[in-house]
Structure formats: structure tokens, C-alpha cells
């Protein structure tokens, strides 16, 4: 166990020192949250009661989708597999701490977000915090595995940036958080139930944990954490 909590903070900060983690996890969505929070407060002042809700879903989705495949591609695409496969290893090991990693690094920037945003925009703050915090956290874990897949199976970098950019983009544009879902088209609508942006910022928005909201989010973590189980067993067996 000491050895794993090692390899878990090492991780957390050898991504400190890539630039591209912190461009994705921390540089991006905080100017992002800083330029477009002033933008939507100053149109749409009811803007200001989902504020928090609508930049933490950037973020996380942001660091998700296009932080978190990288690094595990570059680990499972590279001669780093042999080394664990010699060193007796288990391959699950890279992709949990960087899981383990990334979750910390996600939670830290919506933290963020939580308490400066009723200082520079007044925004509102979640009515139930305890409430807020418990989503935001299945939310992250939620959207890591989705990064985690795209990592494990894609090994190409050129072909996972763009494949990593067709998922965050639908994402945030038919999530709700840039403008309401219901002025997207009825074909749009549906599409966007299959992100988990969308179930994330509905579940937020909600005074209680609706399951109607939180079921899906669980389904979508279940389906990806099978296949990551699935991808990883093979990669273990594989010589």
C-alpha cells in the first residue's frame, strides 16, 4: 500500500511538471472560467445561478477527455508496458494513479471555481453543498473513465487528439452549460444523452440526487470501467 500511495503522488506531481496536463487541467479552463464568466453574467444574469455548475462541467469534461488520455496512451503505446510486464506489475497500476491523480487535480480546479466565482461574478452558491460536492465527485469519476478508455485503445496521439476533440466539443456545446438544451434541435437533444456533460449538469442544477439525473452517469461509469477491465486484462496476458 505505501508503494502504490508513492506511485500516486509521484504521478500527481510528475503532472505538474507537463505542461500539457497543466494547460488542460488548470490554464484553460481557469481563463476560460475567468473570460466566459463575465461574458455570460453581463448577457444573461440568471447566468449567475448556475455559474459554478456550468464552469466546473467545462473543466472536468476539459481535463477528462483531453487530459487524461494522453499520458496513459504515451504509457500503454510506449516500451514502458514491457517494463511492468518484467517487473511483474500489475497493468492496472498506471491507469489507477493516474485515475487517482487526475480525480485530485479536478476537484482542486472546481474548488476553485466554487469559491472565486461569488467573488468576481456573484454567482450563486449550490443551496446544498454537501449535496454538490458528493455529484461533482461521480461526476469527475464518471468522466475520468471515459478519458480512461480512449487512452487504453487508442495509441496514435494525432488520432486521439482529434478523436478526444469530437467528443469535448459535442459535449459542452449540447450539455446546456453554454446555452439551454431546450432550444437545441429535438435530433441534438437526443445525442446529448449520451455525454455524461450532460447528466453532470442536470444533476447539479437539481435540489435533491435525483436518481433520474444520477442513473445514467452510473450506467455510462459501469459500461466504461467493464471495458477498461477488459482492455487491461488483455494487456496483461499479452506477452
Known amino acids: 500500500m505505501q508503494a502504490f500511495l508513492y506511485e500516486v503522488l509521484l504521478q500527481w506531481k510528475i503532472d505538474f511538471r507537463n505542461k500539457g496536463i497543466l494547460l488542460t487541467y488548470y490554464v484553460v ?11 455570460f453574467t453581463t448577457i444573461t444574469p440568471d447566468s449567475k445561478k448556475t455559474l459554478i455548475e456550468s464552469m466546473s462541467i467545462f473543466s472536468i469534461t476539459m481535463g477528462a477527455i483531453l ?3 494522453v499520458p496513459i496512451s504515451q504509457t500503454y503505446g510506449s516500451d514502458l508496458k514491457k517494463s511492468f510486464q518484467v517487473g511483474s506489475i500489475p497493468m492496472y497500476v498506471p491507469v489507477l494513479t493516474n485515475f487517482i491523480s487526475s480525480f485530485v487535480h479536478l476537484f482542486i480546479v472546481s474548488i476553485i471555481i466554487y469559491l472565486t466565482a461569488p467573488i468576481f ?8 453543498i454537501f449535496k454538490y460536492f ?9 468522466s475520468l ?19 478526444s476533440q469530437l467528443i469535448f466539443l459535442p459535449s459542452i456545446m449540447v450539455s446546456g452549460i453554454m446555452f439551454p438544451a431546450k ?31 444520477l442513473t445514467p452517469l452510473l450506467i455510462i461509469f459501469i459500461i466504461c470501467a467493464g471495458i477498461s477491465f477488459y482492455v487491461i486484462k488483455r494487456l496483461q496476458l499479452a506477452k
Open 29 to 39: 479552463p481557469l481563463v476560460f472560467f475567468g473570460f466566459m464568466g463575465g461574458i
Open 67 to 69: 487530459g487524461v488520455p
Open 121 to 128: 461574478f456573484k454567482a450563486s452558491i449550490p443551496q446544498n
Open 134 to 142: 458528493l455529484v461533482l465527485a461521480i461526476f469527475i469519476v464518471c
Open 145 to 163: 473513465s471515459v478519458g480512461v478508455i480512449l487512452g487504453l485503445i487508442i495509441k496514435n496521439t494525432s488520432r486521439l487528439t482529434m478523436i
Open 183 to 213: 432550444l437545441l434541435p429535438k435530433f441534438l437533444m437526443i445525442i446529448s444523452k449520451a455525454f455524461p456533460a450532460t447528466w453532470g449538469f442536470e444533476l447539479m442544477k437539481a435540489t435533491n440526487l435525483d436518481l433520474l439525473f
